[in-house]
């Protein structure tokens, strides 16, 4: 198991993206890196990892709100 040379990558929508939806999604991942070892196993085999997908609420809004009508004619 190789637990030196931890990576860490994080990646979050847009804030054009997040301004209109009113939500931000984010991503991210931790991983040892092993390409340097000669003799390190093939991943996922090489340590811990972890990852995780999150939602952040951007905009002041407290609830949405819906309506529908149907008109029958006979």
């Known amino acids: 198991m190789i637990t030196d040379n931890k990576q ?3 990646y979050c929508s847009p804030d054009k993206l997040s301004k209109v939806l009113g939500l931000e999604l ?3 991942v931790s991983y ?3 390409t340097s070892k000669l003799n ?3 991943f996922p085999l090489t ?4 990852a995780g997908v ?3 609420k951007r905009d002041t809004h407290t609830y949405y709100e819906m309506s529908a009508k149907s008109k029958h004619v006979s």
Request: hydrophobic share 30%; with cysteine; charged share 10%.
């Open 32 to 34: 040892p890196n092993a």
């Open 47 to 50: 340590g811990p990892v972890s």
């Open 26 to 28: 984010c991503a991210e």
């Open 54 to 56: 999150y939602v952040n």
């Open 8 to 10: 860490t990558k994080a």
């Open 40 to 42: 390190a196993p093939y």
